[in-house]
């Protein structure tokens, strides 16, 4: 068949594919009006088609079992109603673009050829065996991503099909018609991939499903039981590949795991809303996503001020910041001091638990001292949260019998007037109740015993939820007993226990302390662990510290973790450590590297890759051409600014819709929107606050830009003062990797020598001077 018949012939199956889709539309349409219909004759009958009799307690069991029945058959209808209106979204997308590959297979043993499309969803044929369309994530689609035409081999169930695969073709579907179509090998389609990736920039980020490339496609489908940890260059599309999995494992364990067993955190709260449109895009519900922080927030918020990281970030980038901080930062993100807090645990045992008086209006119940000899009176065998727990029964006894003492007390007979009405309402409702049951009775006396009763167990409930907490064990003093501990025995780190003390007593938690104090809380009050998340997703990985990745283990004991992350863009002092950087304790972890980036032009790949030295040398870039970047050196700020509003304009006149400014710092970030502002640009400013991504010309600070793209970079002062530590050759590098087409460094003075070291072949270089006026 020629190129063009076959192509004649592609083009009609589209369109009767195409037809098929709007016919089962329209079919559903009328179903999902009449579902509606029958919605609401639902909620107007809902109590005609229940029984509801409460006299005898027959009756009442009866009304139970038939509200049971009913609210049973509403769930199902709900779950039915999710399913129809989630198979429209995909029959609306699949009209649009039905598959985007083919694959011809034949089975070894067989002759016959299996002709497979390969879309965002399946659609069975009018047989209702056949398909039209295979998902994406079918076990024999996985053939598209792995292979080139040739030996195959897909895994279905426990076995391994073998065969050969005739043919591997690509489509570019628009709007429900065929405008063009490739025959590829390997990679899928460059030329695909090409198109996709010369695109501008958006407010969102795309699925990939089209253009999964092998190395991706292996991490997306690993599903071995041990952590996964992805290694992958900037740009080599780690959060694409885990969005991906995502979607994947769910469509894999779908009827056994929801999106609400899954969480994805990342690194800030504007990249939440980067990505919110990936995983609706392929089918899925949204998975719980979050920031480390705000998980600590969660937890700790109501009791200390816990310190942002970008706050933690701009003091550890400040010039004046002290040692003892930047020690701190070190220190608390290891597992060596998660061990010492462990150790210390052990101990606790023995000697050290500190407690709380307990208290009702002044009066202590149980004091301090009476609750740590009711703690030490076990043996020391027997574990701590077993020893709290009887703790908790025992003390709740002691309340409950305090709590009818008070029902002589003065006091109350004049705070029952400060019940409400409904109160008073409930209590008369009790007392008719009793008269039918005692043959004697003194209203007034029992109404107002029945009141002062109510009334305590409101007073006391406040008590017994603290209580039942654990809040009688004082974990903030007992931290701070650990913390002297560890100062006596080791001179070294004296200074930071004081440090850390004295931020405790005052309510506050370095972003460094959080975790630490959370785990040593945890573990003390009893591990809240949460077995019914299956998978953890930890995106800019390198970012976390050991500690905080211990922590997440433990809190999750039932999950896969997997890890993405490059530790290139390691921003934070405690992730430099490049031995201790994205490891799990676990160490049976399987590791994946992806090396190719596909982000960025070839000439912004081979020069940025630049700064990593030898390291670099293993990136590579996708082939797509572009400018070579521009690296401006200027005497001083004011050059800079005006500088920086060339680019601008340059960019802009080009047709890019999303423009940076990266900054090292917010303090940076804030004076040049100040005075692009003063120059009349039209600028916004991304601070933590930001959740939401507009077009346009962006300042933001290098540690809000993680994980996001832009068609073009301006880096805000590139200069050897600013970047020229290790932490900053990495927030360099992680800025000017943002950049998809066209890249501009601009500093004041001189430049990192990991730049001056770069052939300038790689790079466009100017020194600006300014000519004096005489
Ligand atoms: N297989 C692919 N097909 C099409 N586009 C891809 C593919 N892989 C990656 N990309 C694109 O490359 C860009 C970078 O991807 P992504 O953000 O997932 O990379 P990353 O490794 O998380 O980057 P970084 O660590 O630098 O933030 C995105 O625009 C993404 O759509």
Known sequence: MSEKEAFYQEKSRVSHVVHYIEQQLKELNQYIKRLKGDVIDLRKDFFDDVTVNLTEADDAIETQASLKQQAEFLSERERNHYRVYNRRDQLNRLKDKPYFGRIDFIEGGETETEVIYIGTSSLLKENEEDFYVYDWRAPISSMYYDFAPGAAHYQALEETVQGEMTLKRQYVIKQGELEGMFDTGLTIGDGLLQKVLGETADTRMKNIVATIQREQNQIIRHEKRKPLIVRGVAGSGKTSAALQRIAYLLYRHRGEMTSDQMILFSPNPLFNSYVARVLPELGENQVQQMTFYHHIERELGNRFVIESPFDQMEIALSETVEPVRLQNMQVKATTAYKDLIDDFLHTLKGSGMVFRNIRFRDVVILSKVELKKYFYQFDDEVPIQERLEQMRRYILRIIKAEQKRYLDAEWLESEIELLDLSDFQEAYKKLEAEHDQLDWFNDDERERELLKTRLLKRLFKPLIQKVKRLTFVDTKKTYVRFLDQWAVTDQTYQEIATYSKEQIRDNFLS????????????????FDEQRSIKHVILDEAQDYSPFQIAY????????????????????????????????PEDSQADVMELLKSYRSTEEIVNFTKQFLGAEGEKIKPFNRKG??????????????????????????KEGYQQIAVITKTMQEATRVYDWLKQHKREVSLVTSETHDFEPGIKVIPVYLAKGIEFDAVVVYDASADRYQTALGRHLLYTAATRAMHELTLISVGELPRFITAIDTTYFHYRKVIEIQKS
């Open 627 to 652: 400018p070579l970047p521009e690296v401006f050196e200027v005497e001083h700020q004011a050059m800079m600014n005006y500088a920086i509003f060339d680019q601008l304009t340059r960019y802009e």
């Open 552 to 583: 997440l283990e433990r809190m999750y004991p039932a999950s896969q973790l997997t890890l993405l992350g490059d530790i290139n863009q390691s921003i934070y002092l405690h992730s430099l450590n490049k031995e201790q950087t994205l490891k």
């Open 511 to 526: 972003y460094e302390d959080a975790t630490p104090f959370l785990y040593f809380e945890r573990v003390c009050l009893g």
